[in-house]
Structures are given as structure tokens and as C-alpha cells.
């Protein structure tokens, strides 16, 4: 079956990895992205990447991680023809996604009101940290700016060590997550056309529902927990006679089951632990507790007995050893390219975690060079080789 975006065209004009990772998940659901990236350098995430080899090439780790199945075309925006040839393409596509500051785009000529007034269907994403307007919108927003003002960092971690940063880039992702989220329902409306405003502080703070809500409603004041649940107990990481794990007994027939299995039925017994709030208001002694039981045995031993008799349990993983573990492997949740563009060798690459018709939702092509496909774009919309060529020539693609 044809995917479900493979009639969309998209217009990707944005840069690092909100818009680009929005971007991801269009191509991978089957729309055309088309990467409009500047002359001479493109994407800033070419040059951003744990390999410095690639990044002097242009490919960088950061830069190939969300942008498998793309087409890069380059346009010189500030310049007159290069307005020109970008609304030949607006004119056609079906969605534009960018991630500039606010306004310029405005600035440039090329704002939502201009292109619309070119094709009236065309819906068009912006992605800022705080949005298209208020009194912030004239901040500059990465990620971790986004999670300082967001709130996260000051309920990650534990309250000796909050603030403390997201381990990865979680406003970037989660902004540009609720921006395809957003693209994929705008395209479904009649007519077309809409105007999506995408903020990235807004976003994050919509994935923060428990937390916000317990404050808007019932006055918590949000504080880190470190590796604890804060609406349970005993239900956060526990020390084994090996590596941690994460126990979530959440339940009372979980709890029951828990002190069962770790021959503790006596802790049911004492007031402290005989109900899920005094669970949570002795979580320290409970835990001293478990842990005693817990260290002397590896966690590979506890994880599938506990799982076996119904108490949630699992093990703490690096991030290779997830990558390869066998439930990875199964779902397709990783995609191979062989002898890359401009990288020179084989690569792996995570896709989206989606699956349509029980297969991975995919990409057949990896993550383009800088200018990969100018002749195959620009030649489709016109342009002649003799053209592409004095273009090439006058910096403006």
C-alpha cells in the first residue's frame, strides 16, 4: 500500500533539529521533502557530530541522523532569483517548514502571506522556541534554553543536583514532533492552507501534563525526584547484586505480589508501608528494605521472575545495549545504507518508531550531500543546464 503522505510535497527550510526532525517524520510517512539549505554550507548539523572527519565533509553524525530520504537542493534566500526559484517550488508543494527566528521570513520577502498569496493550499509550519509572538518572541531558542525556561530542568535530576539537563535534546525532538503531529491533521483539513505557529516551550510544556496540572490544580510545587515516581511506591530504580533496575509496583496486588516474591510479606504489616501514601511518605526505608533482598541477586535473575508474576520490572540499559538487544532488532527500528554519499562507508540509522501495515515506516534513500539533487529538482521545475549552470556560477543555488 502507497504511504500515507506520498502525494505530499514538502518544503524543508529549516536548520540543526526541531525542523528537521519534523521534516524526518514526513518523509518517513511518504511525503517528498525537498532540504533547501544555503549555498557553501547547508545545515548547520553538517559540521555538528562526534566524527570530526564527517563533519569537515559535510555529513555530520548530527546532520545524517534526521535527515535519511531528503532531497537537497541549494537556494540562495537573500538573493532576488533566489526568492524567485523558492516560490516556483512554494507554488507547488504542499507544505512549507521552517525554523527561522520570527520574522525572518518576513524580512526576506517571504512570509506566510506572500507565499499564500502564490498557493492558497499551501500550509505553512513555522517552529520557534517561543512562538510567533508575546513578549519573548525576540529570544534566541536552542534546546537548552527551551528546557531552563520550560521547567524540565528543575524537576530532572534529584534535589541535590536539579537543575539538571535532559540527557539529549528532548525540546528540539518534541518540538518537532509537535509539528508533524500538527502538519499530518492540517493536511487533512478542507480546504487547505493553515498556518501552523509551533512553540517549542509551549510544546514541551504540553508533555509536562501530570506535573502542570498537579500545580495549575492541586497548588504542588513541581520538585526532582531523581529515579523515583513521585505517584507510587515502591515503584522507581532499585540497586541489585549487579546493575539496577527499574521496579514499578504500582498497584496494591503488584505491592502484595512484590513482598510475596522477595519473601518480605512482613513490611504489609506495618503502617508505614500499608497503604500507597504511607508507601510514599517512607519510600527511603522501603527502599533499604527491597535492596537488601534485591543485592543479592543480578538483575537479569530479577527482571524475568519479577516480570513473570506480574510486577513490572526492567533492566537499565546503556544506549548500545538497547540498540542491541533483540527487540530492537525485531521491530526494524533501525535502517542500513550501504557506501553513503559523502560518508564513504556503510551506515545505520534510527527511523521513527512507527509502523504502518505492520512494517517499520522507512525511507529508501540515506541523507543527502549538500546540492545532491539540484539537477534533478530545478530541472523538474524548469530550469534549463545551461541556466543551472550560470546560477551555480552566480552563488545563487
Known amino acids: 500500500m502507497a504511504a500515507p503522505l506520498s502525494d505530499i510535497l514538502v518544503l524543508d527550510l529549516t536548520n540543526v533539529l526541531a525542523g528537521p526532525f519534523c521534516c524526518h517524520q514526513l518523509a518517513h510517512l511518504g511525503a517528498e521533502v525537498i532540504k533547501v539549505e544555503r549555498p557553501g554550507g547547508g545545515d548547520l548539523a553538517r559540521r555538528l557530530g562526534a566524527d570530526a572527519r564527517l563533519n569537515a565533509a559535510g555529513m555530520g553524525a548530527s546532520f545524517l541522523a534526521q535527515n535519511a530520504g531528503k532531497k537537497s537542493v541549494t537556494l540562495n534566500l537573500k538573493h532576488a532569483e533566489g526568492k524567485s526559484l523558492l516560490k516556483r517550488l512554494a507554488a507547488k508543494a504542499d507544505v512549507l517548514v521552517e525554523n527561522f527566528r520570527p520574522g525572518v521570513m518576513e524580512r526576506l520577502g517571504l512570509g506566510h502571506d506572500v507565499l499564500k498569496g ?111 515516581n513521585p505517584t507510587s511506591a515502591p515503584s522507581g530504580t532499585f540497586s541489585t547484586a ?56 543480578p538483575a537479569r535473575d530479577w527482571v524475568e521472575e519479577l516480570n513473570r508474576i506480574g510486577v513490572p520490572t526492567g533492566a537499565v540499559l546503556t544506549v548500545p545495549e538497547v540498540l542491541r538487544s533483540e527487540q530492537i532488532a525485531g521491530r526494524g527500528f533501525l535502517a542500513g545504507f550501504e557506501n553513503a554519499p559523502g560518508v564513504g562507508r556503510d551506515i545505520e540509522l534510527a527511523r521513527t518508531g512507527v509502523r504502518l501495515d505492520r512494517e517499520a515506516a522507512a525511507v529508501d534513500s540515506p541523507p543527502p550531500e549538500l546540492g545532491q539533487h539540484n539537477r534533478e529538482i530545478w530541472g523538474r521545475f524548469g530550469i534549463s543546464a545551461s541556466e543551472l549552470e550560470r546560477l551555480e556560477r552566480d552563488g545563487i543555488i
Not at 510567533?132 to 534535589?159: F, N
Not at 543536583?161 to 518534541?174: C, K, M
Not at 508505614?272 to 508507601?279: G, K, L
Open 242 to 297: 549487579t546493575d539496577p533496575i527499574n521496579v514499578a509496583a504500582n498497584s496494591d496486588d503488584q505491592w502484595v505480589r512484590l513482598t510475596d516474591h522477595l519473601g518480605l510479606t512482613r513490611l504489609r504489616a506495618r503502617t508505614e508501608y500499608a497503604t500507597r501514601e504511607n508507601r510514599k511518605k517512607n519510600r527511603d526505608g522501603l527502599r533499604a528494605e527491597l535492596e537488601a533482598v534485591l543485592a543479592t541477586r
Open 118 to 228: 502564490i498557493n492558497a493550499e499551501l500550509t505553512y509550519c513555522a517552529i520557534s522556541g517561543f512562538g510567533q509572538d508575546g513578549p519573548w518572541v525576540e529570544r534566541p531558542a536552542y534546546d537548552q534554553i527551551i528546557q531552563g525556561a520550560s521547567g524540565v530542568m528543575s524537576i530532572t535530576g534529584t534535589a541535590e543536583s536539579a537543575p539538571t539537563r535532559v540527557g539529549y535534546p528532548v525540546a528540539d525532538t518534541v518540538g518537532g514532533l509537535t509539528a508533524a503531529f500538527a502538519i499530518t491533521a492540517a493536511l487533512n483539513k478542507r480546504p487547505r492552507g493553515a498556518f501552523i505557529d509551533v512553540s517549542m516551550l509551549e510544546s514541551v510544556l504540553a508533555t509536562m501534563g501530570w506535573v502542570v496540572s498537579n500545580h495549575l490544580i492541586a497548588g504542588v510545587i513541581p520538585e526532582a525526584h531523581g529515579n523515583e
